[in-house]
């Protein structure tokens, strides 16, 4: 079964691995970009879009999501470009 997931900027659903994952680690509370799978913790994800990246910063959607007051590299996430198969 593949794996759907909803932007959170514009909404669309699409495959895991076409999407940034942000997650929270549930133990320290770190904010993981493109977490490995040893990492658990409540996640958002986003288009690999420098539109849907720029919404989410500007209405501070992550750090809302997330329920953190960490501070989320918005430079980090868009240098990051999605990997080609
Ligand atoms: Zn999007």
Redesign the pocket.
């Known amino acids: 079964m593949e794996h759907k997931r909803k932007?959170i900027?514009?909404?669309?659903i699409k495959n895991r691995e076409e999407m940034i994952k942000i997650t929270k680690d549930y133990i320290d509370g770190n904010i993981i970009i493109q977490p490995n799978s040893k990492r658990f913790g409540r996640s958002v994800y986003?288009?690999y879009?420098k539109n849907?990246i720029n919404i989410a910063f500007k209405k501070n959607k992550i750090n809302k999501i997330l329920k953190t007051n960490k501070n989320i590299d918005k430079e980090l996430l868009l240098g990051i470009t999605q990997p080609t198969k």
């Not at 900027?9 to 669309?12: D, I, N, Q, T």
């Open positions: 932007c900027s514009c909404g669309e986003l288009c879009n849907c």
